[in-house]
């Protein structure tokens, strides 16, 4: 006997942004005040399955001067990922639709699909980045719930083996309480080109494993 | 100047599955000993853009009898969601994929973007059912990240306003120590009744946009 075997749809083709078809300028979609909409306005997309080169200007940390450096990690026409600039741990990344959407609720089908699809993915990519086997994926709705920047974001945070106390202010400091200590701007270079190579890693190796299935079913 | 448009991607066709050939004996993609391979195992998929009545005996909660209740929100080909049943707050609520994956990254990209989509579904019916706002997404990895059931799965615990103590307390217990108080039957049969009703309004509400964007376009 067979399991009950899901329609399988076809995976939906991996975005290929066309970069230089990115008007940085626009702010249609965008909140002025957003710090995330100042990032997503910044950063034009690019193939996540071969990213630029960490030297490429496009990624540059400091286009967001004189704003906090950004360290870029995923940037497609729906989707934008970069490094938490005050890092409950090392490789603590945000992942968040390009537009700006305050809630969960906000945020269309479509790019619900796409965060899904990306929130694995980078989950994937900052275990093989930082070596940490355990993370916490965690999206926060509205004051009550913790969140201070009001665009949807998914919080995807490596958890080391901590000893009691330091587990303890860890979970209380993920939900805005306790000290976070802010990211160093070389560390988070290196990391953030780590994390992006890895994500090319991921996206060709599912690719593959999705070639391989549709050979086996001919 | 426009901002850069994604492409468009056509939304996936949601699956309507056929519960008679759903076969509950199976545990081909399942672990025995897993609590939540139980119900995926027990529970039939239906179409949850229109749930079965309350009455239906497809979803009756004593079905998974001698082990707990289960409060079941959401049954498709691809993923489950039903009540938790030692809620955090009321509508607590778990989403995981019907296959045994331990975690995350163990999801196949299909199952990812499944997932993303119910997780903003079960948000806002959750929200639609008890009135509260504000809420938490939270998906563990590994026991450091306070895994329980290496079934992965997302929490989704919305967030009463509370003052100050109960606040912490709420925190503290969302990554497993504290108190947590067992999911009153009567109760979690009506939650669920208006959470699954919830659920086909928000589903239905989305088509019929997507129905409108498509005519705009014309």
């Not at 076809?10 to 942004?17: K, L």
Request: hydrophobic content about 30%.
């Amino acid at each position: 006997m067979t399991p009950p075997k899901p329609p399988s749809p076809p995976p939906p083709p991996v975005p290929v942004p066309n970069p230089s078809t990115f008007d940085p300028t626009s702010s249609a979609t965008h909140d002025s005040t957003c710090p995330f909409c100042t990032i997503s306005k910044t950063y034009p997309p690019y193939d996540p399955s071969s990213p630029p080169p960490p030297s490429s200007r496009s990624i540059s940390p400091s286009l967001t001067s004189p704003n906090p450096c950004t360290f870029m990690l995923l940037s497609t026409p729906v989707v934008i990922a970069f490094l938490d600039i005050m890092p409950l741990s090392p490789g603590h990344l945000l992942l968040c639709p390009r537009s700006h959407r305050p809630k969960l609720t906000d945020v269309t089908p479509e790019e619900s699909a796409e965060l899904g699809r990306y929130v694995r993915v980078l989950s994937a990519a900052v275990s093989r980045a930082t070596g940490i086997r355990d993370w916490n994926v965690v999206q926060n709705n509205g004051a009550a719930a913790a969140q201070v920047v009001p665009h949807c974001h998914f919080h995807v945070i490596p958890r080391p083996e901590l000893r009691d106390k330091r587990a303890e202010r860890f979970t209380s400091t993920m939900f805005g309480r306790g000290q976070r200590d802010e990211l160093d701007d070389e560390e988070g270079e290196a990391l953030a080109a780590e994390i992006r190579r890895a994500v090319g890693e991921v996206l060709k190796e599912d690719e593959d494993k999705s070639e391989e299935e549709k050979r086996a079913k001919l």
